[in-house]
Structure formats: structure tokens, C-alpha cells
């Protein structure tokens, strides 16, 4: 069956440091990726997606890249700061839909 | 401007009674989503419409019924609360399911707490 995995435990770092969070799937062939962000008691918010064929995409301070090959995607944040503790979520196309990994808790001390 | 809001935020209720959650999108989207989030933070799809149409419904109890009056609102009622019911649950949105990729902008959620 699909799975998508992400880093169950929390993400420690120090301000101004790079976060580096991670999304293993397996028996996926997704088309492209996403990467959410949710604040307590808040809905997932939107942040960068990536197709199967792009390797690497940039949005300001974040970086995602895709290997299709491994099944997985790295989500880089440089320059981290406290505002940037959250949850980020991975999630996959489907027919239809997304499926969401379970998010990992990234945790930015000053 | 909210662009997709859900109403109540918070609804505490006790064991089989039955209630609704509303969801309206003002982004102009054709598809509308309800998730549930439990305790473990775990997102997972529960119904999919598209243009008032169901497209998606992912063994959910049939105590949940949803209901799309206009393709700006998706309506989540359920019947005979169980503790199990207990969870967020999530109004999201996105353009026609089927122009891929589509991203997915969501509500502020739900805190359902049956006792």
C-alpha cells in the first residue's frame, strides 16, 4: 500500500542555522510533490510544490528537491528563524486528491 | 478577505447527537474537500466535491453525510456521535481537481469534541 514518511520526532536548531526535513514515500509514482505548513490550531498552509521532472525548486529562504529514484524530498530552510517553527507537512498527488504525510515539528531556538 | 472559513471553530457535543459543520470558499474554486485530523495530527481526506458533485468518498461511516449547495460551500453533517468522532476537521479547496497540480487552501478547522 502507499506510504508516506516523514520524521515523526521534532526538528531542534539553532536561529540562523538550515533546517533540513524529510519525505520518504514508497509504492508512489507521484507526478509532483507538495509541502505545507501548519501552526497550531490552524489549517495547512501552501508553500512550494515540485513536479517529478524538476529536480530542485527555490522560494525565497526555502529549498525542496525531488528524487524520484530514492522516493524522497528534501525541504530546506536556510537562514532558519523562531518564526519558522511549525509543522511541515509532505504530501503526494493522487487521483483526485493529495495524500499528507504526518508532518514533522520544526523547533527554531534564538 | 477569509478565502475558505468554517463555522464552528469549536463544537462540543455528547454521544449520538447529531451536528453540522459549514464551509464556504470565496476563491472562486470548483473542488472542495473535508479532512480529519486526529489526535495524532494525522490529515486524511474524508469527501471530495467538484462543482456540487461527490468524486471522493474515502470509507468514511455513512454517519457523515456532506452536502454541497452551491460549489462556494460543503457542508459536513454528522448523525449519532461516536468518542471516536472526536477530532479537527478540515474544510479545504482547490481549483478543478482535475487541472493538475493543484494546491489546496484551507480552513481554519473544526475542534470536535464528543463526550
Known amino acids: 500500500s502507499q506510504k508516506i514518511e516523514q520524521n515523526s520526532e521534532a526538528l531542534n536548531i539553532q536561529e540562523g542555522k538550515t533546517a533540513t526535513l524529510t519525505c520518504n514515500y514508497t509504492?508512489?509514482?507521484?507526478?509532483?510533490l507538495q509541502w505545507y505548513r501548519q501552526d497550531p490550531g490552524r489549517g495547512p498552509v501552501f508553500l512550494l510544490l515540485?513536479?517529478?521532472?524538476?529536480k530542485e525548486k527555490r522560494k525565497e529562504r526555502l529549498k525542496v528537491t525531488f528524487d524520484t529514484t530514492l522516493k524522497q524530498s528534501l525541504f530546506h530552510i536556510t537562514a532558519s528563524q523562531p518564526a519558522d517553527s511549525a509543522t511541515y507537512l509532505c504530501?503526494?498527488?493522487?487521483?483526485?486528491?493529495?495524500?499528507f504525510g504526518k508532518g514533522t515539528m520544526l523547533l527554531v531556538s534564538p | 478577505d477569509t478565502a475558505v472559513s468554517q463555522t464552528p471553530k469549536y463544537l462540543v457535543t455528547q454521544m449520538g447527537n447529531d451536528k453540522s459543520i459549514k464551509c464556504e470558499q470565496n476563491?472562486?474554486?470548483?473542488?472542495m474537500y473535508w479532512y480529519k485530523q486526529d489526535s495524532k495530527k494525522f490529515l486524511k481526506i474524508m469527501f471530495s466535491?467538484?462543482?456540487?458533485?461527490?468524486?471522493i468518498n474515502e470509507t468514511v461511516p455513512n454517519r457523515f453525510s456532506p452536502k454541497s449547495p452551491d460549489k462556494a460551500h460543503l457542508n459536513l453533517h454528522i448523525n449519532s456521535l461516536e468518542l471516536g468522532d472526536s477530532a479537527v476537521y478540515f474544510c479545504?479547496?482547490?481549483?478543478?481537481?482535475?487541472?493538475?497540480?493543484?494546491?489546496?487552501?484551507f480552513g481554519p478547522g473544526t475542534r470536535l469534541t464528543v463526550t
Open positions: 479545504a479547496s482547490s481549483q478543478d481537481h482535475l487541472a493538475l497540480p493543484y494546491e489546496q487552501y
Open positions: 509504492n508512489y509514482s507521484p507526478a509532483y
Open positions: 515540485i513536479r517529478e521532472n524538476e
Open positions: 504530501a503526494l498527488e493522487g487521483y483526485s486528491t493529495l495524500t
Open positions: 476563491l472562486g474554486h470548483d473542488t
Open positions: 466535491y467538484n462543482n456540487k458533485e461527490l468524486i
